[in-house]
């Protein structure tokens, strides 16, 4: 039986003509690098940025709607600074209770969303 062996990417949804204020967001905001779509991609717009160990994906979805529930959860190392960031660009942070792990670890938490409204969490071990 083959075993999954790690994480290669989340996909996010956007609306067309988005891209920009993605790249704004994903790049200039949390820090990630933008890397190039494959070619053959490329032409059904959207962006693919990296992170340490992750890509995260931003396609295009001509009837749009925000994910609400649904979300990635981003390891930080610095949750704190990362929140003043992310409030200073003009989004709003919520702050959440900790997250207790079966391990016995623990996360505190904070949640935000990009500029096309989908919901994303923010974790650091404490």
């Known amino acids: 039986m083959a075993s999954i062996s790690g994480l290669h990417h989340v996909q996010l949804a956007a609306p067309a003509g988005s891209e920009q204020q993605m790249r704004e967001f994903f790049v200039g905001v949390l820090g990630l690098t933008e890397v190039d779509k494959p070619a053959d991609l490329a032409a059904r ?3 693919w940025f990296r992170g340490p160990g992750f890509e995260l994906h931003v ?5 749009f709607t925000p994910a609400k529930k ?4 981003l390891l ?3 949750l704190a600074g990362l929140a003043k960031r992310v409030a200073a660009a003009g989004y709003e942070v919520r702050h959440d209770n900790p997250l207790l792990v079966p391990d016995g ?3 505190v ?18």
């Not at 649904?70 to 959860?73: F, V």
């Open 109 to 126: 938490r904070f949640y935000a969303t990009d500029p096309v409204g989908n919901r994303l969490e923010f974790l650091q071990r404490v």
């Open 76 to 78: 930080v190392d610095d």
């Open 45 to 47: 717009g959207g962006a």
């Open 105 to 107: 670890g623990e996360f």
């Open 59 to 63: 396609g295009i979805e001509q009837d």
């Open 70 to 73: 649904a979300h990635p959860g």
